[in-house]
């Protein structure tokens, strides 16, 4: 079995100021840059086979190159307890396409469908149970404006340990005009 996701990596220089927006933030267990991405589809544990069959399926999605422009900082989590903290990125049509694409090669190998709301984003940092209205002063200042050539998706190997997950690229597959 291997637990794979599919999404988009970030060039080096982007994932460390990403990385840097998370600097000295209380309870916060930031997510090494090599390892920051954006997910377009988790697709969990899958045997050998299964992942074969993706990764053919993941060759055959066909998308033009676009450029996403990242958005505001967020926290998942609840009332109590910020659990998780994000950049979020615009939700742009050719991104939804892209991830529609990917959804739809998913289902085709025999995954069962995504039935979640697809909402983007950058996971910055793992929070320690953290009250949200301690993060609201450092996240009421508005990022400096990024943007993301998206030229290429990226299928990912998630290895857990007790020391955080990281991820290893598998395969990219070139986005064509
Ligand atoms: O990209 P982010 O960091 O938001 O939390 C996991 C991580 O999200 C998420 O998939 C990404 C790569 O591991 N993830 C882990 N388990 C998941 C699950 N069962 C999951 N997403 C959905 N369902």
């Known amino acids: 079995m291997i637990r794979l996701f599919v999404g988009l990596d970030l060039p080096g220089d982007l994932a460390e100021r990403l990385a840097g927006l998370t600097a000295g933030l209380?309870?916060?267990?930031?997510?090494?840059?090599?390892?920051?991405?954006l997910t377009l589809r988790f697709v969990g544990e899958i045997d050998e086979?299964?992942?074969?069959?993706?990764?053919?399926?993941?060759?055959?999605?066909?998308?033009?190159?676009f450029t996403l422009t990242?958005?505001?900082?967020?926290?998942?989590?609840?009332?109590?307890?910020a659990r998780t903290l994000w950049r979020g990125v615009e939700a742009s049509p050719?991104?939804?396409?892209?991830?529609?694409?990917?959804?739809?090669?998913?289902?085709?190998?025999?995954?069962?469908a995504e039935t979640r709301r697809f909402t983007p984003h950058i996971t910055l940092a793992r929070l320690d149970s953290v009250r949200p209205e301690r993060l609201q002063r450092a996240l009421a200042v508005p990022p400096p404006p990024e943007t993301l050539a998206v030229e290429a998706?990226?299928?990912?190997?998630?290895?857990?340990?007790?020391?955080?997950?990281q991820y290893e690229r598998l395969v990219s597959y070139p986005l064509t005009a």
């Open 26 to 37: 209380p309870g916060a267990r930031r997510i090494e840059p090599e390892n920051l991405h």
């Open 49 to 65: 086979a299964t992942a074969a069959d993706l990764d053919l399926a993941l060759t055959r999605v066909e998308a033009a190159p």
């Open 70 to 81: 990242l958005t505001e900082l967020g926290l998942f989590g609840d009332r109590h307890r």
């Open 94 to 112: 050719p991104l939804r396409r892209l991830a529609g694409r990917i959804e739809a090669a998913a289902t085709r190998v025999g995954l069962a």
């Open 153 to 165: 998706f990226t299928l990912f190997q998630s290895h857990l340990s007790p020391h955080g997950a």
